[in-house]
């Protein structure tokens, strides 16, 4: 009779198949137990690090989820008003041709605003040439290629590149020649060198040292058809076509009266301002980078009226507190507005000195939800309510969003203050003239004496 060798069970779903040894044999241990030479690992740590990192980006979906959670997780109050967004134009749009290291290797890669973003005819044909034979050490020397769009399908082009040697010289001539002669939609490009050696980021180019020599063109470009223009340098989003029409959506948010007052805090080429102007007395930009302050300054001159102004200095309640001491700015109905980068937040000086200063309105930008949550609570010790929080899809398809908070002073007491302390004037009120005691004495006082009953009787 057939008798079952219980030492070697048959193949079950939880048993595993024998590894080969170097003689031949096999045993039933697990896969981690046999030990891998180095060379081995050295080898799937060189593909791992070869490998792209993939990254998922969020969907619009995904997104509206995200918000929705916070506000409740964080109590955050009132709703959320209608998304504003525009769709996406390539040809609107800024590009990126970016070198990347691939273990030892090298390559060019096309850097889409977007990921489902098809190259526009423009990037292809540089890309194009790059590969020539005859720009293979301008290639070499190559970071980047920045195509800064306009916003009315015009490009001006940054070429980070370490131009050393004749043969790199050269070759970065031989492209300029190529751009100037079959790339009509440039109309400026500019090489550019940064201090530390790294990509050059608009939005990250504080602390850094950059030099630029303009090739073609010159260091402004146009915004579109707005009349503004921009340094090459400013910072704007990556999809122009929400952020051209945010001063539209700003202007019907808050409905400002002819006679109030409109102040820009981190303005850059003070765009929103500039195009705000109109519709406001006094127009007050500021920001700290030399770059934004050649931009603001031309726009300033290119507008029809004579109220606006800027200034240049960074966001702290040193400033705050000079500004609003003077007589000429410490009264009237104003509107802040300040544009917050993920990264930075506001001081808890700077928040009070804003506060203190009695705004009609404040208009908070961030797309930092830990930032929101922290600022909205800040302003609500100060006084503040929030009015409306309006989030803002500005570059759809990229995963990345901005709410901009509107905050009005409490006046009706729901926060359970006192409303009276609301309508403080910015400027010191003097008590009054009070009489003394010898102005007193000299004023007469007649007094009527009403009879008795008794004495009427009589």
Not at 174 to 199: A, G, M, Y
Not at 214 to 230: E, K, Q, R, V, Y
Not at 367 to 386: M, P, Q
């Amino acid at each position: 009779m057939y008798k079952q060798n219980n030492r070697f069970p048959r193949r079950s779903e939880g048993n595993r198949i024998g590894k080969p040894l170097a003689g031949g044999k096999f045993h039933a241990s697990r896969k981690s137990d046999v030990r891998n030479s180095d060379k081995l690992n050295e080898a799937k740590k060189a593909e791992k690090s070869a490998a792209p990192v993939v990254r998922r980006i969020m969907t619009f979906d995904d997104i509206k989820a995200q918000v929705s959670a916070w506000m409740e997780n964080d109590r955050i109050p009132g709703k959320l008003q209608a998304w504003f967004t525009a769709d996406a134009i390539p040809e609107h749009s800024d590009w990126r041709i970016v070198k990347e290291y691939r273990g030892k290797q090298e390559f060019l890669t096309i850097d889409a605003p977007t990921r489902d973003m098809k190259p526009i005819e423009l990037v292809n044909r540089v890309m194009e040439q790059l590969h020539k034979d005859h720009l293979h050490i301008f290639k070499k020397a190559l970071r980047q290629i920045w195509f800064r769009a306009t916003g009315d399908g015009r490009f001006a082009l940054l070429v980070q590149v370490n131009v050393k040697g004749k043969l790199s010289a050269h070759g970065y001539k031989t492209f300029i020649d190529f751009i100037e002669r079959s790339c009509p939609e440039v109309i400026s490009c500019h090489q550019i060198q940064c201090l530390p050696d790294r990509l050059f980021n608009p939005a990250d180019a504080q602390g850094m040292k950059i030099e630029t020599k303009c090739s073609l063109g010159n260091d402004f470009m146009p915004i579109a058809g707005t009349g503004f223009c921009m340094h090459v340098l400013d910072w704007t989003p990556r999809i122009k076509d929400a952020w051209l029409n945010l001063p539209v959506r700003i202007k019907d948010a808050i409905h400002p009266n002819r006679e109030d007052r409109f102040f820009e805090f981190c303005s850059g080429s003070s765009y929103i301002s500039a195009s705000l102007a109109a519709y406001f007395k006094q127009v007050e930009s500021m920001d700290c980078r030399e770059s934004a302050m050649q931009s603001s300054k031309l726009n300033i001159r290119n507008l029809s009226t004579s109220n606006m102004r800027f200034h240049r200095s960074h966001l702290d309640a040193n400033f705050i507190s000079k500004f609003f001491s003077r007589s000429e700015n410490a009264e009237g109905r104003w509107t802040f507005y300040i544009n917050l980068n993920a990264e930075d937040i506001l001081p808890s000086n700077v928040e009070q000195t804003l506060a203190a200063s009695r705004p009609e309105r404040i208009l908070l930008q961030t797309g930092n939800l830990e930032t929101a949550s922290r600022e909205i609570k800040a302003f609500r010790n100060e006084g503040y309510v929030l009015r409306k929080s309006i989030p803002l899809y500005l570059e759809p398809g990229s995963g990345r969003f901005e709410i901009l908070f509107l905050f009005v002073p409490d006046r009706v007491g729901l926060l359970g203050q006192n409303p009276a302390m609301a309508h403080r004037s910015r400027n010191i009120q003097r008590p009054k003239e009070r009489p003394q005691s010898s102005k007193k004495c000299e004023i007469p006082h007649f007094v009527q004496q009403t009879p008795s009953f008794r004495q009427r009787k009589d």
